[in-house]
Nanobody, 116 residues
Framework: QVTLAELGGGSAQPGGSLRLSCVASGDTRRCTWDMSWWRQVPGKERELVAAMDDGGNIAYANSVKGRFTISQDSAKNTLYLDMNSLQREDTAMYYC?????????WGQGTQVTVSS
C-alpha cells in the first residue's frame, strides 16, 4: 500500500523555475530509490524525463539535460525534480513513478504550464 503524491506544479513563464516533489507514503519498506519522473501531453504517450537508481546513477531525457535535476531526500521520503530555464515545450502533466517489489506505482500527477 504505497501512495505517491506530486506537489509543486503550477504556472511559470519561459525561463522560470519550479520544484516538483514526490512524497511517498504508506508501506514503503519494499520501495527503493529506483524512481523516475515522467510527463505527458494530451494525445501523446507518457515520456520519461529523468530517472535515478539505488546506485546513484541518473539519466535525463535529451530535451531536459542541463535544465532539470533529479534528487532525493531519504529522510523525507521525497523525490525532487528541479526545473530551470523552463520552456513552453515543458508544459505537461508530470508524474513520479516507483517500483516496489515488482509493482509499479504512479502519483496522481501535477500540472506544469509554461506560458507568457
Amino acid at each position: 500500500q504505497v501512495t505517491l503524491a506530486e506537489l509543486g506544479g503550477g504556472s511559470a513563464q519561459p525561463g522560470g523555475s519550479l520544484r516538483l516533489s514526490c512524497v511517498a507514503s504508506g508501506d514503503t519498506r519494499r520501495c527503493t530509490w529506483d524512481m523516475s519522473w515522467w510527463r505527458q501531453v494530451p494525445g501523446k504517450e507518457r515520456e520519461l524525463v529523468a530517472a535515478m537508481d539505488d546506485g546513484g546513477n541518473i539519466a535525463y531525457a535529451n530535451s531536459v539535460k542541463g535544465r532539470f535535476t533529479i534528487s532525493q531526500d531519504s529522510a523525507k521520503n521525497t523525490l525532487y525534480l528541479d526545473m530551470n530555464s523552463l520552456q513552453r515545450e515543458d508544459t505537461a502533466m508530470y508524474y513520479c513513478k516507483s517500483n516496489c517489489l515488482g509493482r509499479t506505482y504512479w502519483g496522481q500527477g501535477t500540472q506544469v504550464t509554461v506560458s507568457s
